[in-house]
């Protein structure tokens, strides 16, 4: 059984493009480094927030599907949780069978 993960983050809506970008690859590395890897990273851009946070009412949307090992999680949410561009994250934990992964590829 393959171990699929995605996090959610938002970020401050007064970055630059830079910093966003800066922001996806720290958080990738640090992933990376210790063991993680099929990364999809999609940045969703700016919205709405449903409701005001740390008087914050629009957000950069980021968000990233990887596998890895389960110890990885709590190292980035720590990195998160102290970091002052990121607003909220929430990571959920996806379990696909080895027998879906095979199946989205064709048969000759």
Known sequence: MQIVYETMYILR?????EQVEQAIAKYENLLRENGADNFQIQNR???RLAYEI???RDG???QMNYTGPGNTIA???RSMRLSEEVI???TIKQEVKEAQ?????PAA
């Open 88 to 90: 909220r994250y929430l």
């Open 45 to 47: 851009g700016k919205r």
């Open 60 to 62: 950069i949307y980021i």
């Open 101 to 105: 992964a095979q199946a989205t590829i």
């Open 13 to 17: 809506p007064d970055l630059t493009d």
């Open 75 to 77: 190292i980035m949410e």
């Open 54 to 56: 740390n008087r914050q």
